[in-house]
Nanobody, 115 residues
Framework: QVQLVESGGGLAQPGGSLRLSCTASGSISRFYIMGWYRQAPGKQRELVADISSGFATTYADSVKGRFTISRDNAKNTVYLQMNSLKLEDTAVYYC?????????WGKGTLVTVSS
């Protein structure tokens, strides 16, 4: 079992910044991918960004150049720095931990971008 604890959501103005964190604990594998997905009201959950144990990253086109994902393997923690936030970034953001055998989700943290 892997437990994921997210933090850092909240309210930001358009053009502002927020930083999300997610720490994994429990039966941590040596190789795994951690990432962030989001789900806006009435929409499907979508990948925002993910990062492998070897620090390879993937970004949704909608966040490239604005969001940066990073990780600290010693702390089993992944971060999502979100800059130049837009109204359409409003969503519940979910942390994800996966490898070829398992797939875990955090409970989600709400990000609201509003003026």
């Amino acid at each position: 079992q892997v437990q994921l604890v997210e933090s850092g959501g909240g309210l930001a103005q358009p053009g502002g910044s927020l930083r999300l964190s997610c720490t994994a604990s429990g039966s941590i594998s040596r190789f795994y991918i951690m990432g962030w997905y989001r789900q806006a009201p009435g929409k499907q959950r979508e990948l925002v960004a993910d990062i492998s144990s070897g620090f390879a990253t993937t970004y949704a086109d909608s966040v490239k150049g604005r969001f940066t994902i990073s990780r600290d393997n010693a702390k089993n923690t992944v971060y999502l720095q979100m800059n130049s936030l837009k109204l359409e970034d409003t969503a519940v953001y979910y942390c994800n931990y996966r490898n070829s055998a398992i797939n875990y989700w955090g409970k989600g943290t709400l990000v609201t971008v509003s003026s």
